[in-house]
């Protein structure tokens, strides 16, 4: 399984970004999907999740900026990032929860390689 991320890149801050994750390969199933954001030096942290329900979790400090969502017949999540700040500079992962069909149903937790996302003061 392969997550693929694009979306990131330099924007001023008040600026709008889309973040895009596809998740390919030998999926049976994704259950969650999500977002986190590292800084260099620094601890990855949460950004931002959706349930394969559609239930919904936020960072403190992306609520009412971020929203996230999927397009479960595309295996594909999506970060609308709105009204950006400085502190949101980072790179961005996306992740997600699947079970894939090996010798059996196995339930596996899978990264993508991480988008940059700048914003400039």
């Known amino acids: 399984v392969q997550l693929q991320a694009s979306g990131g890149g330099l924007v001023q801050a008040g600026g709008s970004l889309r973040l895009s994750c596809a998740a390919s390969g030998n999926i049976r199933r994704i259950n969650a999907m999500g977002w986190y954001r590292q800084a260099p030096g620094k601890q990855r942290e949460l950004v931002a999740t959706?349930?394969?329900?559609?239930?919904?979790n936020y960072a403190d400090s992306v609520k009412g900026r971020f929203t996230i969502s999927r397009d479960n017949a595309k295996n594909t999540v999506y970060l609308q990032m709105n009204s950006l700040k400085p502190e949101d500079t980072d790179v961005y992962y996306c992740n997600a929860d699947v079970i894939v069909e090996l010798s059996a149903l196995t339930r596996m937790d899978y990264w993508g390689q991480g988008t940059q996302v700048t914003v400039s003061s």
């Open positions: 959706i349930s394969s329900g559609g239930e919904l």
